[in-house]
């Protein structure tokens, strides 16, 4: 079975403009959690989207934000980029609310941004 | 504000040997725990998962729950070089969120 895939893997943006994620969960897995990490902060959780519905938000700014579509495909934007962005960005899927905490991740997108 | 701590390290074993990695958690009511391994660039790899009280084995690695003490702790027995990575410790959250807080992770060395 493929694995979480994300797309880019790396990114180059400058300041203040916006970027698009995307990320394709394992197949069957309905539930998709985006993280941010950190060298400083660590993993850090942003939102997780089921059924298409954000279920549950970390504590980011409105600047993050997400969708997932019927396929179980997510995307995560990111506007008006200051240079704290600058991050591995983590997607992980998980099969449904039972085993909702059995999250397997994707590579990654590094976003840099000057 | 649940908290999941754990000892950064980095801790150092020789080949071999048994590498034990523990953390707390500050959220009484958690009922899933789980270990990570992440190798420097690359993303976190779910290695083992644990909902009871007691012991629980995968090959060489042991992942133990005490509940009572809030603690969850890892062995990698017969630890190898490859095995050099950081561990995460994650555990969920009560209260119907379902979303797993992170702890910042311990670096393992496993020198030769």
């Known amino acids: 079975k493929a694995g979480v895939t994300q797309t880019p893997r790396y990114l180059i943006k400058t300041r203040g403009q916006q970027v698009t994620l995307s990320c394709s969960p394992i197949?069957?897995?309905?539930?998709v959690s985006w993280y941010q990490q950190t060298p400083g902060q660590g993993l850090q959780f942003l939102f997780e989207y089921f059924s298409e519905t954000q279920r549950n938000k970390g504590n980011f700014p409105g600047r993050f934000s997400g969708r997932q579509f019927s396929n179980s495909r997510s995307e995560m934007n990111v506007s008006t980029l200051e240079l704290g962005d600058s991050a591995l960005y983590l997607c992980?899927?998980?099969?449904?609310?039972?085993?909702?905490?059995?999250?397997?991740f994707g590579p990654g997108t590094r976003l840099t941004v000057t | 504000q649940k908290e999941v701590e754990q000892n950064s390290g980095p801790l150092s074993v020789p080949e071999g040997a048994i590498a034990s990695l523990n953390c707390t958690y500050s959220?009484?009511?958690?009922?899933?725990f789980f270990w990570y391994r992440q190798y420097s660039g690359k993303s976190p790899e779910l290695i083992m998962s644990i909902y009871s009280n007691g012991d629980k084995e995968d090959g060489r690695f042991t992942a133990q729950l005490n509940k009572a003490s809030q603690y969850v702790s890892l062995l990698i027995r017969d630890s190898q070089p490859s095995d050099s990575a950081t561990y995460l410790c994650a555990v969920d959250a009560s209260g119907g969120s379902y979303i797993p807080t992170f702890g910042r992770g311990t670096s393992l060395i496993v020198h030769p």
């Open positions: 992980a899927s998980s099969v449904d609310r039972w085993n909702s905490y059995e999250q397997y």
């Open positions: 959220d009484r009511g958690s009922q899933s």
């Open positions: 197949s069957g897995h309905r539930s």
